[in-house]
């Protein structure tokens, strides 16, 4: 009986690719969306093709009741779930002191909230089955003690979770296994052109090279081991390794240079 997989916003861009990897390696898929309705069954379509069931779920992660019926959907298609990949979250440009509070409260609740709650709920429908299972919050690398003053509102949303692999896993014990990665620049963001993205490609890592959400996909399905409880994966390319005072996606408009 295959695995089940609930990757939460994985219609577009990393959670797809995390959604794909883990149907190609012979899992069922819940694609939890928020808006994009239509590549969310691109995606539950990509993972048929592989031959594995998948279905998408809508839910707005700002309100507790709809993350309840991301899990209870996931349970009423497959009857169980194995690994919950807290990917979903809101990013946007804003700075201290002149941030909203409406951003703030946004990414508090998505990037923040919403992995305790769905990991809340999973325990729960896990614990009542006497099943265990495996949950991974996708980080930032920043939070690792490379932070800059951009992204404020979505930063502090990632420090928050960020900072509680260790505690959830303490608290979800034996039922769950609770471990977090740490991505850094995977794939374009904002209005960044492929020329910025490339930039900041080679220069964002002492390798010259950053890890791709192939690369995450990879790492998260290590954590899925036994012998991993409470850790912190950061891959990044070493990114984490390089400070700097903006985020990588200015870094070519900045400097004006045209090279990539």
């Given amino acids: 009986m295959s695995k089940v997989v609930l990757v939460t916003g994985a219609a577009k861009r990393s959670g797809r690719v995390f959604a794909e990897y883990f149907g190609k390696k012979g899992f069922d898929v819940v694609v939890h969306y928020g808006q994009s309705a239509a590549d969310a069954e691109m995606v539950v379509e990509a993972v048929r093709q592989a031959g594995q069931r998948a279905i998408a779920v809508h839910a707005d992660l700002t309100y507790a009741e709809e993350i309840t019926h991301v899990i209870d959907k996931t349970y009423g298609a497959f009857g169980k779930l194995d690994l919950l990949i807290n990917n979903a979250s809101v990013f946007g440009q804003d700075h201290f002191p002149e941030f909203s509070t409406d951003s703030l409260d ?143 996606l200015y870094q070519h408009r900045a400097r004006g240079d045209d090279s990539a």
Avoid at 119 to 142: L, W
Avoid at 188 to 213: M, N
């Fill in 106 to 248: 946004a990414s508090l609740a998505v990037n923040y909230r919403a992995p305790i709650l769905l990991t809340q709920a999973f325990y729960r429908k896990a614990q009542a089955q006497g099943a265990t299972g495996v949950v991974i919050n996708v980080v930032d690398q920043k939070v690792k003690g490379n932070f800059h003053r951009d992204h404020f509102s979505y930063t502090v949303g990632k420090v928050g979770i960020g900072n509680m692999t260790a505690m959830l896993a303490i608290s979800t014990h034996p039922v769950l296994r609770v471990n977090a990665v740490f991505p850094g620049l995977m794939l374009p963001s904002d209005d960044q052109t492929p020329e910025d993205f490339a930039y900041a490609s080679k220069h964002a890592t002492p390798l010259g090279r950053i890890a791709t959400p192939e690369d995450v996909a990879e790492a998260i399905a290590l954590l899925t081991s036994p012998a991993y409880n409470g850790f912190d994966f950061v891959i990044d390319g070493g990114q984490n390794l390089v400070r700097v005072e903006q985020d990588v």
